[in-house]
């Protein structure tokens, strides 16, 4: 049975994340800067208003986090590759995020590897889908918070960089709901980014 309890926390961390992701977009000139603060202040809400279990090993995680990160940055390149012959410009869109926001400097690597991209899993997956789980079934609990994880991107200003943020939140909470692996997802998110912005960008 769900509870009919309003999660006050839940709630207030989604407020925060609102916040943190408007000021972080407001100033590009510093925005990964930005970005990894608010994501080490997310962290610090999970810990103190919910409990991280380790449910799998790290080492166990490995495999199938390359793997995942593989397969969705194989999903992305031919989702770009279609955009080219789409009407609407998006594809000039996603070049223009590309070079908007693209890492720049070994600290913002860091940045990303330390504190955005745990930051992410575990405030977005670890902490608000699954308190998400304990009001609705899970697949209704994934595509909420991939839609919020995405509307938060529209601070940008680019209508694309939300679509990529919500396809991505809901694969990788597809795969937190099969298996509640916060490592799992970790890995993944770092392969993705690995491919993405620097191994085989695709602009």
């Known amino acids: 049975m769900k509870s009919n309890k309003i999660d006050f926390r839940l709630y207030l961390g989604i407020l925060l994340a609102a916040g943190l992701m408007y000021v972080t977009f407001e100033h590009a000139s510093v925005f990964w800067y930005l970005y990894g603060a608010s994501m080490l202040f997310l962290i610090s809400w999970v810990v103190l208003n919910d409990e991280l279990k380790k449910q799998f090993s790290i080492l166990k995680s490995i495999i199938p986090g390359i793997f995942s990160g593989i397969i969705l940055y194989i999903l992305f390149y031919i989702g770009a590759l279609l955009l080219k012959f789409i009407p609407g410009n998006f594809d000039a869109l996603v070049a223009k995020g590309y070079t908007k926001y693209e890492p720049e400097s070994l600290l913002i690597w860091l940045l990303l590897v330390v504190a955005i991209v745990p930051g992410e899993e575990i405030f977005w997956r670890g ?15 994934v595509l909420i918070m991939a839609t919020l994880n995405g509307a938060f991107m529209l601070f940008s200003g680019n209508f694309v960089i939300a679509l990529a943020a919500t396809l991505a939140s809901i694969y990788w909470g597809f795969i937190y709901i099969r298996r509640p692996s916060l490592s799992l997802l970790i890995v993944s998110h770092w392969t993705f980014n690995l491919l993405l912005l620097l191994i085989l960008p695709i602009y």
């Open 127 to 141: 902490f608000v889908l699954k308190r998400l789980e304990h009001e609705l079934v899970p697949w209704v609990a």
